[in-house]
């Protein structure tokens, strides 16, 4: 296609997105108003955790201009993955594992990237200017800038919400150096509505549009590098990959159609899979099984630590033989959950019989602090 041969206009461009699986498009300048503000409050708190990339590459990221200078215009895109039933009706199934819907089929980030991508190609052939795209993974504030492009707002859990299409959005960003109008910022509508603060399992928002990423169960179960605290185990239930709470209960949700894109259809084996069945993965299983799933950059330790989690919270006395062997398993993440694990599901006796058996070779001080720690729960 020849430059030049496409309107210069918003229209055409939205037609483009549309044709391409883009669900909501916005315009904005490059700027991310007060919420560079509220940026520097939140890491300043420390309450990224041990998300130290955000801390890291904190100016870049309050500033879109310091990560292209070039940047005139942010185009914001959006993907509807809204589910086709409750995403919570998986958590009432102790014995299987609940995995956040954004997670359950291809990896969202491939597949936005390379829709914007195309649209980015075609922005520069029809309309020329330069341009580079953004999907998540780079330090891009993009729920800032879609409220500013009009795609929705950050609501009080933090997550955009859409009076079309609910809280269930991808995002991904095109700068580019052509000067296009910036659309009207979306107003916010949650009104006196906190049924997102309410729900959640670990008190992880400290106050209205305010998120401790510390006490996320997200946070706990992707980011977090070491064993889950123990004050968030019992609250974790059976959520293995991510937690959808917050975002299923926005009354915004009932206007959201679920997505036609087949790449987002979840797949069979992540849908309420048997806990026992996954936490018996080693890596190479493990790494098959999540081909081409976001779950797969977590890793097999931290994942299967986090399914151990959810066997102690199963009440399956049956998953006691499957957690014993995980006792001595390499990694100390894992035996580390299995201690607490058994703990949970097994009587007392047993329980001393490996303690007792294990403790005096245990090296690591992480495991053995949990198997002191769970014995004097286990005594009482």
């Not at 098959?288 to 976001?294: F, N």
């Amino acid at each position: 296609m020849k430059r030049g041969t496409v309107p210069f206009s918003r229209d055409a461009i939205r037609a483009r997105a549309r044709e391409l699986g883009f669900d909501a498009i916005g315009f904005t300048a490059p700027d991310v108003g007060n919420a560079r503000a509220r940026l520097g409050e939140f890491l300043d708190a420390g309450m990224q955790g041990d998300m130290g990339w955000l801390a890291a590459k904190r100016e870049r990221r309050a500033d879109p201009r310091a990560l292209w200078p070039s940047v005139q215009t942010v185009i914001v895109l959006g993907v509807n993955y809204g589910p086709a039933g409750d995403p919570l009706e998986p958590l009432t199934r102790r014995e299987r594992g609940t995995i956040s819907v954004y997670a359950q089929g291809r990896d969202y980030h491939d597949v936005v990237k390379s829709r914007l991508k195309q649209l980015a190609g075609w922005l520069r052939g029809a309309c020329g200017g330069e341009v580079k795209v953004f999907v998540d993974t780079a330090p891009v504030m993009e729920k800032p800038l879609a409220e500013r492009a009009g795609v929705g707002w950050q609501g009080k859990h933090t997550n955009l919400v859409s009076r079309d299409l609910g809280s269930w959005l991808f995002l991904g960003e095109i700068f580019t150096t052509l000067v296009l109008p910036p659309d009207a910022a979306e107003a916010d509508h949650c009104g006196s509505c906190q049924a997102c603060l309410d729900v959640c399992p670990t008190r992880a928002f400290p106050a209205p549009y305010q998120l401790d990423a510390r006490r996320c169960i997200s946070y706990l179960t992707i980011e977090h590098e070491g064993p889950i605290p123990r004050e968030f185990r019992r609250a974790m239930g059976n959520r293995i990959y991510g937690c959808d709470d917050c975002l299923a209960v926005c009354p915004w949700n009932k206007f959201a159609a679920r997505t036609k894109e087949f790449a987002f259809l979840p797949r069979a084996e992540l849908t309420a899979p048997r806990l026992v069945d996954l936490a018996q993965l080693d890596d190479a299983a493990f790494r098959q099984l999540l081909a081409g799933s976001p779950i797969k950059r977590t890793g097999r330790d931290r994942f299967v630590r986090n399914v151990v989690i959810a066997l102690g919270n199963s009440g399956d006395a049956a998953a006691v033989p499957i957690i014993e062997r995980l006792l001595t398993d390499a990694a100390p993440l894992v035996r580390g959950a299995a201690v607490w694990a058994l703990a949970q599901l097994a009587d007392a006796a047993a329980f001393n019989r490996w303690r007792d058996r294990l403790l005096p070779a245990e090296g690591d001080a992480t495991v053995l602090a949990e198997w002191q720690t769970t014995a004097a729960v286990s005594a009482e």
